[in-house]
């Protein structure tokens, strides 16, 4: 049966992806918490979003700092990122009393956490309000990744993989990858055209990177 939500429900929908922690650091003060509104912006120039209300702390250390790095927890980190996201770093050194290692990043002075599967670091582009929220726009400058969790897509093949926000205190963590193939269609073998498509995209994909790392 189909029944009406709230419209306030549809970003419920939306926010099953992963869970990052974002961190900053302004003067020395390294700050970090849970984002759930991330997203990919732009592949040509690599840009990534991520969302902010202007109450938290971030906001300004975002905004003060220039730039921020996105850390994707797995689900040890679980309670990591409850409590990053329940305190204020306004009022709290959350990583200090969270006793959690740090490394230092490449390209941005915002620390990145140990114990994650993935980080990206990223220079603020622009910031733009919307609504009630402000997107800021990062160009990538760093990515990294545990290669037991990433190799050009999630893995999924053991713990290493990462958490993802329902909403409220529910998180969940994917199970396995499921890879399509389409079928044979009006005497065009649509699966093998599929397949090489998607060989010329990885191949494109591995070209960037290599050129990216090359410039590094």
Known sequence: MRRHLSEHDARRFLVAGPVALLTTKWRGVPDVMPVAWSMPLSAEPPLVGVMVHPSRHSHDMIRWSEEFALNFPGPELLNHVAYFGSVSGAAVAKLDVSKL????????????????????????????????????????????????????????????????????????????????????????????????????????????????????
Request: glycine share 6%.
């Open 101 to 216: 290692p740090t490394l230092s990043a490449r390209k941005v002075e915002a620390p990145l956490l140990e114990g994650c599967v993935a980080w990206v670091e990223c220079g603020v582009e622009d910031a733009i309000r919307l609504g009630d929220h402000t997107l800021f726009v990062g160009r990538v400058q760093a990515v990294s990744a545990d290669d037991e969790a990433f190799n050009e897509t999630w893995l999924l093949e053991n713990e290493a993989r990462p958490l993802h926000y329902l909403g409220g205190l529910l998180y969940a963590t994917l199970e396995k990858r499921l890879e399509a193939r389409p079928p044979a269609l009006s005497g065009t073998n649509v699966g093998e055209e599929f397949e090489r498509q998607r060989a010329e995209e990885s191949e494109r994909e591995a070209e960037e990177r290599a050129e990216r790392e090359s410039r590094d």
